[in-house]
């Protein structure tokens, strides 16, 4: 991949011979009918259990001990996933850890959303993640989630993906009267607080002089058809996002377009990878995590103590004792991947890249030393070791890589989980697919960088 002249990352589709490239197509068409089934943290977890258990994985709390070739996996409140197969080297030795986000930036819905405006019914939102807002007006919406009322009885919520269904909607201003709002800045034509979601218009048919007739009708239509009240908002997990399939770009369709590609591309990768490792040398694990996107705190978050913890219970089954240095073996033993899409380089907007050390669509997995932003700040770095030992494992396999930054120093930058995982003193590098639009309510991958990937993820996993 690198010539004398310098590292010169080639286009993988003229890499990969014609057999390849039709796995490379056959992988993606199984990642957009995932991608586009699974919108939320709760929906990829409820998958990935449904996968994980077709091929032999067993909840680790049923196990009685643990032996190489085992499978397991746990949950962490219907929103992060931990899977693994015990290896061959004893566990002391570190696992191979790919670690992933299934948060993607959307619209949550405020404890008490419900109003009506001018015989309009809405439910107001609270974005979640760093937005564009402008982008998600006037697009179809689904609604997604759980309420639980407060007997505990759950009621899931998926609303707009049928074509049965009705979708959602957020209005913008018509061109003819948007003078004043075309002077603003982008950030403030669309303010966060006008992301309210159209959801009724028909206004209650009785004889009561009420006002708000169109709330109470929307009110009867959820108590009759979804067993909601009004009140069961305020325990809900519900969130907007947008009701498009996941679609082939181009002619010759080698891109994909689909909302959450960040980072549900990286996840399903790293999901599909632990399912094929076989026999692995050390212990291969992937780990599914929430709320990276607003800093990976909270209970499902990377700062919780679930990863550590069901580590510690696999170490005591594994061992039959426990003891806290035998953890600390193990954790700062642990090889790991971040896997976390890149920027990639968008011609249209040239000037907040660097040519030179940008990653580029349709060049495989980008290798990203390390992220932050401006002066590093919040980064996680790869050592000189490590990046070596990595990049030398893909080149000896024949799997394609790039190396990229997000964007010019001075323009902006993005973290991962991958300072986390190095807090445990592991070894740890970000590597995912480039994507164009990223934070879009539709991102675009390139179907050669996701199966590159998908290739690096289980290279790694079995080495």
């Not at 499978?71 to 030795?93: C, D, F, H, Q, W």
């Not at 850890?97 to 619209?107: A, C, N, T, V, Y």
């Not at 074509?163 to 201003?173: H, Q, R, S």
């Not at 061992?319 to 954790?331: F, G, H, I, M």
Request: aromatic share 8%; hydrophobic share 35%.
């Amino acid at each position: 991949m690198s010539e004398k002249k310098g590292f010169n990352p080639k286009n993988a589709w003229l890499e990969m011979e014609e057999d390849e490239q039709q796995e490379a197509f056959n992988l993606s068409e199984e990642y957009a009918k995932f991608i586009t089934e699974n919108k939320t943290e709760r929906e990829v977890t409820s998958r990935a259990v449904e996968m994980l258990e077709k091929e032999g994985f067993e909840k680790l709390e049923e196990m009685d001990d643990l032996k190489q070739g085992d499978k397991i996996y746990s949950v962490n409140r219907e929103r992060e996933v931990l899977a693994l197969v015990v290896g061959k080297e004893p566990l002391t030795s570190g696992m191979r850890l790919l670690g992933s986000h299934i948060d993607s930036p959307r619209l949550d819905l405020k404890p008490n959303p419900l109003n009506e405006k001018s015989e309009l019914a809405f439910l107001e939102s609270h974005y979640y993640g760093g937005i564009k807002k402008y982008q998600w007006v006037t697009i179809p919406l689904a609604l997604h989630g759980v309420l639980v009322k407060d007997d505990g009885t759950r009621i899931e919520v998926n609303i707009g993906e049928n074509k049965e269904d009705p979708v959602f909607y957020i209005t913008d201003l018509l061109i003819h009267l948007s003078r004043d709002q075309m002077k603003k800045k982008m950030s403030e034509g669309i303010t966060g607080e006008k992301l309210n979601v159209v959801v009724g218009s028909i206004p209650l048919q009785d004889d009561n002089d009420e006002n708000e007739k169109v709330k109470a009708a929307v009110l009867d239509l959820l108590s009759e058809k979804y067993n909601i009240e009004g009140e069961d908002f305020v325990s809900a997990d519900l969130e907007v996002v947008p009701a498009f399939e996941a679609r082939d770009v181009g002619f010759d369709r080698g891109l994909l377009a689909a909302y959450g590609h960040d980072d549900r591309v990286c996840s399903y990768a790293a999901l599909k990878a632990v399912l094929e490792a076989e026999r692995p040398r050390y212990s291969a694990a992937a780990l599914l995590v929430d709320k990276e996107e607003i800093g990976s705190m909270g209970s499902t978050g990377m700062k919780s103590r679930f990863f550590e913890n069901q580590v510690a219970e696999i170490i005591d089954k594994y061992y039959d004792e426990y003891s806290d240095l035998l953890l600390r073996k193990v954790l700062r033993n642990t090889e790991a991947i971040s896997g976390d899409v890149n920027a990639g380089y968008d011609p249209d907007f040239s000037g907040q890249y660097s040519e030179t050390n940008s990653a580029y669509l349709g060049k495989g997995i980008v290798l990203t030393k390390y992220t932050g932003a401006r002066g590093k700040s919040g980064a996680s770095e790869a050592s000189a070791e490590f990046m070596g030992k990595i990049r030398g494992l893909l080149n000896e396999n024949g799997v394609l890589w790039q190396i990229g930054e997000i964007g010019k120093v001075d323009k902006g930058g993005g973290g991962t989980i991958a300072q986390f995982l190095a807090n445990y003193s592991m070894d740890v590098v970000d590597a995912g697919p480039p994507l164009l639009s990223m934070h879009a309510p539709y991102e675009l991958v390139s179907k050669i960088d996701l199966y590159n990937t998908y290739l690096a993820y289980l290279l790694f996993l079995e080495n």
